[in-house]
C-alpha cells in the first residue's frame, strides 16, 4: 500500500505564499512522476506543476514565474512553493504520483489540501 498525504494549504492573503507538500508513503520502489492538480468546484480538474524522475519541471501557464515544483527523494516527498498568491489560486490541490511498485507502476492521489487566498 502506497499513501500521499497532503499539507501546508491555508488562508493568505494576496501576494503571499504557501508552500504545500505531497509525501508518500508505504511499500514501493521508487517515485516517478508527480503531478499538482488544482480543482475548483463546477470547473475541471487544472494541470498545475509537474516534475519527473530526473527533475525536469512543468507548469500551468497561469502559475509561471509564480510556483515551484521540487522533490527530495530522500524525503520521498514533492513541493510546490507557491508566491505571490491570488485570489484565483484558491481551490483544492491534489497531488498525483506514478510509483514503482512491484509489478510495475502504479497511480495514487493524496486527499487535497485547501489553499484560500483573499483579496
Known amino acids: 500500500q502506497v499513501q500521499l498525504v497532503e499539507s501546508g494549504g491555508g488562508l493568505v492573503q494576496a501576494g503571499g505564499s504557501l508552500r504545500l507538500s505531497c509525501a508518500a508513503s508505504g511499500s514501493f520502489f521508487s517515485i516517478n512522476t508527480v503531478t499538482w492538480y488544482r480543482q475548483a468546484p463546477g470547473k475541471p480538474r487544472e494541470l498545475v506543476a509537474a516534475i519527473t524522475n530526473d527533475g525536469s519541471t512543468n507548469y500551468a501557464d497561469s502559475v509561471k514565474g509564480r510556483f515551484t515544483i521540487s522533490r527530495d527523494n530522500v524525503k520521498n516527498t514533492v513541493y510546490l512553493q507557491m508566491n505571490n498568491l491570488k485570489p484565483e489560486d484558491t481551490t483544492v490541490y491534489y497531488c498525483?504520483?506514478?510509483?514503482?511498485?512491484?509489478?510495475?507502476?502504479?497511480?495514487?492521489w493524496g486527499q487535497g489540501t485547501q489553499v484560500t487566498v483573499s483579496s
Open positions: 498525483n504520483a506514478g510509483v514503482r511498485v512491484r509489478g510495475g507502476i502504479a497511480y495514487y
